[in-house]
């Protein structure tokens, strides 16, 4: 697979915001690298997931994503490859695979035709951040860097997209140049809930806060939230087994009607990293299947959450109470406070490729006593995805949320093992279709007196 372009800038020539930028930058595409190197050369042209283009669109995309919204956008230079522009402009999130077959393209440049669009990309970003003054840029979305945030954190964004995409590929179409995830073997915790009294929660951030946030993130405002029960860990497989095993995916009484339909449709009966051999039921791990553990969290769709929530009777969390839940009243950055994560707070970052058990990091805990709040798996709220009061689209990236307040993309909160540590903020918010099966995302149930 292609590897960028990262040249020499001589250190006295870049302040220390740009300097910042520039080492992000380099470093983040490293890893970009990495993942995508993980993928076997004949996997290039394919595309692991019918809702999405081949792998070879994400070799290209960041960086024309970059270069139309920097250079085109903003600074207005003349295009060098308007083609490959537009070919790499955005991706999809159709609504079905019949719908991404339509948006499918069927010819592609050739990898060294990429690979050279994106060294001159590459070239042109270093150079500004080794020129540009951000002290006296008059355009307001390049003042402190915003605009480069935006850059950067979209590109941290698809490696973990890339990173389900190649999840999917068969496991002979993967270069195991990663060890697979390993940690402590550990008692299944007891299913527990802790109480929450009413009190207010923050939702959302104000300018300056933190150095960037997405546009959905504003504008920050406090919200009461009345009194509550919440599991105190995510739903472990063990526990989304014993749904399973009662008939919960051949019970309609569980499932909405949407979601029934849905279930009959696809014939699904089981969750999509779930592999059956041999009678036991196995983990499709990113490199190699392993039997199923217990304890770590399970990975659904938002419809199978709502299902195994009915049938324990309780309900998925509003974002308000996943909030209250995880911060209190507090403004702190993580669950735990403002301490940067780690692997000893959050199953996060890369830091195992894969998921742990949910009591595996015991410091990752909440005001409140409830754990694993952060990391090991996306968590999905009963939230449609929708605007804060006073919501203003970015002028940089202006899609990037108003073209899904829909009413069928759901608000999930955390971040999983995949996760950039930047986007494990307390304001980030992630969000997916109601029946999309390859995120790594979990959930935790809540139980109210009304």
């Keep these: 697979m292609p590897t960028s372009a990262r040249p020499t800038i001589p250190s006295h020539l870049v302040g220390s915001l740009n300097k910042g930028l520039l080492k992000a930058f380099q470093v983040e595409r490293q890893r970009t690298d990495q993942i995508f190197s993980m993928a076997d050369e004949s996997a290039y042209m394919l595309a692991p997931i019918p809702l999405r283009h081949p792998l070879v669109f994400y070799d290209g995309h960041v960086d024309a994503f970059n270069w139309n919204v920097l250079f085109k ?36 440049p050739s990898r060294e035709t990429i690979k050279t669009y994106k060294k001159e990309i590459n070239q042109q970003l270093y150079d500004y951040l080794a020129q540009v003054d951000f002290s006296s840029v008059t355009h307001p979305l390049l003042k402190n860097g915003t605009l480069l945030y935006l850059l950067l954190e979209h590109e941290l964004t698809h490696q973990e997209t890339l990173l389900y995409m190649i999840h999917q590929l068969p496991h002979n179409q993967k270069k195991k140049r990663i060890s697979p995830h390993s940690f402590k073997t550990t008692l299944a915790p007891t ?29 920050g405002h406090l919200v009461s939230v009345d009194a509550f029960e919440m599991d105190t860990y995510p739903v472990t497989n063990g526990e989304f087994l014993a749904f399973l095993e009662a008939g919960g995916y051949e019970q309609k009484q569980w499932w909405t009607e949407k979601s029934w339909a849905w279930l009959q449709a696809t014939q699904k009966t089981h969750p999509h990293y779930w592999t059956r ?12 299947s392993v ?62 490729w894969g998921p742990v058990p949910v009591n595996a990091t015991p410091e990752n805990v909440s005001p409140f006593g409830v754990f694993d709040l ?52 307390r304001p980030f918010r992630n969000w997916f279709y109601w029946d999309y099966l390859y995120m ?8 109210t007196d009304g």
């Excluded at 527990?192 to 929660?201: R, V």
């Excluded at 093992?417 to 494990?424: E, I, N, S």
């Excluded at 790594?440 to 139980?447: A, D, E, K, L």
Aim: glycine share 8%.
């Design 73 to 108: 956008q903003i600074l207005g230079k003349p295009s060098f490859n308007p083609e490959l522009d537009t070919l790499f402009a955005r991706g999809i999130d159709p609504k079905s695979s019949a719908h991404a077959q339509t948006l499918q393209i069927n010819q592609w």
């Design 291 to 352: 039997p199923l553990q217990p304890d770590c969290p399970v990975y659904v769709t938002h419809a199978e959450a709502e299902a195994y929530a009915r049938y324990v009777d309780k309900a998925l969390p509003t974002e308000a109470q996943w909030h209250r839940a995880a911060y209190g009243d507090n403004k702190q950055c993580y669950p735990w406070g403002n301490t940067p994560a780690d692997s000893n707070h959050a199953n996060a970052h890369y830091c195992h």
């Design 191 to 219: 299913p527990s809930m802790q109480k929450l009294p009413a009190g207010k929660t923050y939702l959302g951030t104000t300018l300056g806060e933190f150095d960037f946030g997405w546009d959905n993130e504003f504008s």
């Design 374 to 425: 952060c990391g090991n798996g996306w968590e999905w709220t009963s939230t449609p995805f929708m605007p804060f009061e006073g919501f203003e689209p970015s002028e940089g990236y202006p899609q990037y949320s108003a073209d899904f307040f829909d009413g069928e993309h759901f608000v999930m909160k955390g971040g999983s093992y995949a996760t950039h540590q930047r986007l494990l903020r």
């Design 277 to 288: 051999s041999n009678n036991q039921w196995l983990y499709r791990g990113l490199f190699e």
């Design 440 to 447: 790594y995302t979990t959930f935790r149930c809540v139980r």
